[in-house]
Each structure stands twice: as C-alpha cells, then as structure tokens.
C-alpha cells in the first residue's frame, strides 16, 4: 500500500522560504518519478517540480531558480526547498508519485498515487 505524506507548509512573508518533505512507503523510492503540484483556490491543480530515478529534476517555469527538489533515498523522503516565495505561491502543495518515469510527465491527471496535501500561504 502506498502511501505519501506531506509536512513542513505554513504561512511565511514574502520573500522568505519554506522546505516540505514527502515521505514516501509502500514504494521503491528510486523507481518512480516522485512530483509536487499545487492547487490554489479556484485555479487548476498544476505541476510544481519533479525528481525522477532520485537525481533527475524537472520544474516550472514559474518556480525554476527559486525552487529546489532533491531527494533522500535512504529515508525515502522528497523534499522540496522553496526560496523566494511570493503570494502567488500561495496553495496547497500535493506530493505525487508516478510509475511511469520515461518520460518524466507533468500532468497531475497521469499521477496514480497522492498524498493528503499541506497549505502554503504567503503574505505580502
């Protein structure tokens, strides 16, 4: 049984950084693409930044440069390091994983396996 878990969101200032945490069980760390997405209120869930094979990296245009995904096989833990927020990095921040890890995919819709989410809001 998979399962995924979400920690360290919160409300920051703007300008300043969070990291979250995934946890993942039930899975071989290294053989999925493990995602985080997004989703603010009102808006479509999107695509955040990826870790395929545990060293492989993918991002958003909107988050390249200031987000950073990385990944600890042994605790079979994803991370993602956010710097720089602004308000509109404000949502809920889903962690994903996905068996299919070529090519390394950005739909959240193909994701099989989801965790519960954690809220990010900034302040301006």
């Known amino acids: 049984q998979v399962q995924l878990v979400e920690s360290g969101g919160g409300l920051v200032q703007a300008g300043g950084s969070l990291r979250l945490s995934c946890r993942a069980s039930g899975l071989t760390f290294s053989r999925y693409t493990l995602g985080w997405f997004r989703q603010a209120t009102g808006k479509e869930r999107e695509f955040v930044a990826a870790?395929?094979?545990?060293?492989?990296?993918h991002y958003a245009d909107s988050v390249k440069g200031r987000f950073t995904i990385s990944g600890d096989n042994a605790k079979n833990t994803v991370y993602l390091e956010m710097n720089s927020l602004n308000a509109e990095d404000t949502a809920v921040y889903y962690c994903a994983a996905d068996r299919v890890t070529y090519p390394l995919r950005t739909d959240y819709r193909v994701y099989e396996f989801w965790g519960s989410g954690t809220q990010v809001t900034v302040s301006s």
């Open positions: 870790l395929r094979g545990g060293a492989y990296t």
